[in-house]
Nanobody, 126 residues
């Protein structure tokens, strides 16, 4: 089992920045790809960013490319999402996800991940 706890969400004005953190506990050595997803009211959960086990490979949704940066610190069992130039359309609950099944790809679908955090709210005002 892997437990994931997100933090760092909040209310920010458009153009501002936030840094989300996802602290993992439990079978952290088995964690493979880590990802961030988000879900706005009335919408499906969507991919935001993902990072490989070593941190050398990252992938981003087109809507956040150039503004968001995903990183991980395996020594601290923590994944981060630095969000800059935030827009009102970035408003959503942000979820951290972990995959422990073997993979050689950085994955972007919700079904690809095995464990999820409880989410943290990000609200961007215009």
């Amino acid at each position: 089992q892997v437990q994931l706890v997100e933090s760092g969400g909040g209310l920010v004005q458009a153009g501002g920045s936030l840094r989300l953190s996802c602290a993992a506990s439990g079978r952290t050595l088995s964690m493979n790809v880590m990802g961030w997803f988000r879900q706005a009211p009335g919408k499906e959960r969507e991919f935001v960013a993902a990072i490989s086990r070593s941190g050398s490979i990252t992938k981003y949704a087109d809507s956040v490319k150039g503004r968001f940066t995903i990183s991980r610190d395996n020594a601290k069992n923590t994944v981060y999402l630095q969000m800059n130039s935030l827009k009102p359309e970035d408003t959503a609950v942000y979820y951290c996800a972990a995959r422990i099944r073997p993979t050689i790809a950085v994955l972007t679908t919700t079904l690809s991940y095995d464990y999820w955090g409880q989410g943290t709210q990000v609200t961007v005002s215009s």
